[in-house]
């Protein structure tokens, strides 16, 4: 049976997903809009946007969302046929009525339809702006008194090229009343002169109903404009009907059932529901009443009926298919079971398997299970190859098989990884609606120019972008971004630009937040660093680190705290939340042009493509994205440099950092070094290892709480052999032996 | 063999509705989000009843009636429009265009069904 609660209820829970997705598209839209209130494009999208929620709504069980969006969808409607003009109000009202939908949904209390209510004045505004329209009335319906119809349908010749079968209004008659139908072929032409794609046919009804004449008009509706139709009222002494009785019980040996059903008050109220369910079992057999309900409500309740046909339980069954509450229980009675073949199973409520599904939402955590798995399977594919090394001669079938596990499970970690890739444009999109609320609130006039809304990162990583970039475009708006006088006044132009960009680069992608306003006031910084005591009085530190001050903790240049930021949450809290992301950040800032602030972060925190190297017998992973090449650099080569540390690489001084120094190895060095040259930030570096052991795949393990403050390492990946190799985290390994400058890290970084 | 119904609409919601309540009734369905979608569907999969919204991206439904009316599989496949009260002059263009009948939004499952069993039976004997 079908359990249309639970339909309902996985209904509305797909609709409000795909709220969510509608209010978006709407907000951008309607800020599309007031970018340019003419564009056609966006009041359409607006008007689509409005009109799915609207129509979905009501499918969905939010009726009173449904009627709440009417009329923002009529304004919209109205604006796309050029009868209202799109005004600042009516962009701002429907923001509004944007913002109480989205609350509205998210409510899962009774309270939710209080929030509808409350936005009641948006509407009014917004129906004020929409011409009058002329009210529909309603049709009254008639009273119940058979009567007695001539009908004549003669479809046009073209019918069936509309699909149409005109078979199924002869049957819809039937289940208004009683018929008598004839079939006339006078028009049938000769054999060599027919169209079989043609219909010649046209039928005479005589219809004793107790609907009126549009009931038997509404059957027709589909064919209204491709079919001759001429419906009359039959007096009572025109010829009688000759009405058939119900068809015969088929040829072989009836047998008898007995069915227990209800019938509910909602099936009684549809039109014609449980009439046709009497036809039906007409049409079937005999069959005879043994219990009807006695309840308030005439028919409403338990029946059971005897039903004697030759037919089978699923055709019993149809009889009840548009009742869909009826719940009928069709047994054979024992008289009749005894002698019979079992009966036939009950046809289940879905037959096939869904073949198709254009998009799937799945719980992002079932992912992450997914993705933790996957990472599980490489490592223990590692170890599988691991083994297989350390036996030397392995049996061939072992051999393919080892082979097979690793194709298969590095192309299962691509697609696992590929699933959690999600385009950043959805994150930027939330920001048109923050620059345009904010730069309101404070008087400023600011455009928001996004690039490379296609760059996709993993969920997880968008996740937790949204906060630290939030910072960044407020920071922006409110010390960035100067008010329109001051703009003028130093001859630039009255509308500031803040630029929300992103970009792949490698295995990395970049994400700037700029801004074309005053930029940091070096001097400014300065002096409140040392007010705070986080530099000394003394110090003389360059301009680009001056910059660097704002990152520390307790830092804050706002004259006054605004409403907007400096509420304590510094640019450490973001620089801190960047790093646990494995990103890091870099500001840069000219006066009076503004300030760029740019994130590299990791395309994904959970595996990374690693060369693995060794030094004194320890293994490290680097990112295989960075390293260009490797050369050998021999101990002769090493001490002819003097303690410069530079490599010479096809005619360019390459400088390098030896590991075995950096980190105070103290074992003898081999006599030939390998140097792994990476690429930074368009520079070219070496990493002087002792040995290249090759690609490693690798699953990332955070380091954890203990260990956090250790910058050079971005985590640990188990090796096949079980031992655990440290990843290098190659930018920070720079910055820290730049810091160390001990001897022979002379590196000018 | 269940009947193939292919439904068309950009409205994810719309979709997984007609998906549900029809699958309820023993249809087998399929989906696609917009005409271009739908009659590449319709290209590799014949169905028995096509099921589309009118105003949708890409392609809307009367183009992709009049599309599948072209295509001789199609020339006789039952095609129902889901429309809203409003559009009284996208029902006429869609009939013009080829389509069998419609169904307004929104619908009740029930009265859905039965609008879908009218132009596309089931199983035999065909009862009402």
Known sequence: ???????QRRTREVFRQEASDLLAELEAALLDLEAAPANADAINRVFRAMHTLKGSGATSGFPELSQFLHHVEDVFNAAREGRVQVSPTIIDRTLKVSDAVTRYLADTTDRARDILTQAQPHLDVLLAHLPQKTATTNQAATAAQEKRFRIHFRPHRQLFQTGTDPGVFLDDLRALGTTNITGLTDELPDLDALDPEQCYLHWQIDLATTGNESAIREVFAFVEDDCDLDIHALDADEAPLGIASPIAAPQPPPGEWLIDFKLTPQSLAAPGLVDSLWLNLAKLGSHRVLQSPAGPTPQAGDWRISLTTALDEPTIADAFVFILDAAPVIRRTASTAASSAPPTPPRPATTGAPAHNDTLRVASEKIDRLVNLVGELVILRSQVTAACDTLGQVP??????????????????????QVRMMPIGETFNKFKRLVRDLSRD??????????????????????????????????????????????????K????????????????????VSDDGRGLNAQKIRTKAIERGLLPATATPSTQEIYQLIFLPGFSTADTVSQLSGRGVGMDVVKRRIELLRGSIDLQSAPGRGTEIRLSLPLT???????????DGDRYIMPLSIARETIELTRAQRQRANGRN???????????????????????????ERVVIVELEDRHLGIVVDEVLGNHQTVLKSLGWLTRHIQVFSGATVLGDGHVALILDVPNLLTYAGRQKTAGVGLEI | MPKTVITVDDSMSIRETVKMTLQSAGYQVLTAEDGNRGLSICLTQKADLVITDLNMPNMD??????????????????????????????????????ATGWIIKPFDPARFIAVVKKVCPIGEPVLV
């Open chain 1, 1 to 7: 049976m079908i359990d249309l609660d639970d339909i």
């Open chain 1, 493 to 512: 132009p009255r509308r500031g630009t803040l630029r929300l960009s992103a970009e792949q680069r490698g295995d990395r992608v970049w994400i700037v």
């Open chain 2, 61 to 98: 439904g009367i183009t992709l009636i009049g599309r599948l009316r072209e295509l001789p599989a199609y020339k006789f496949t039952p095609i129902l429009m889901l429309t809203t009260e409003s559009q009284e002059d996208k029902k006429v263009a869609g009939k013009k265009a080829g």
């Open chain 1, 646 to 672: 530079v490599v010479e690489l096809r005619g360019e001084l390459v400088p390098y950092l030896r590991l075995r120094d950096l980190f105070g190895f103290t074992g003898p060095a081999p006599e030939l």
């Open chain 1, 442 to 491: 404070l008087g400023k006039e600011v455009e928001l120019v996004t690039e490379g809304a296609e760059t996709e990162l993993d969920k997880t990583m968008l996740d937790q972008l949204n906060d630290p970039l939030v910072h960044l475009v407020r920071n922006s708006l409110d010390h960035g971004l100067e008010p329109t006088d001051e703009r003028l006044a130093a001859g």
């Open chain 1, 605 to 615: 925190l959970a595996i990374i493509e690693g060369l693995m190297v060794s030094v």
């Open chain 1, 396 to 417: 061939p079938a072992l051999q393919n098989a080892s082979e097979g596990l690793l194709r298969l499970s590095t192309e299962l970690r691509d697609v696992v990884l």
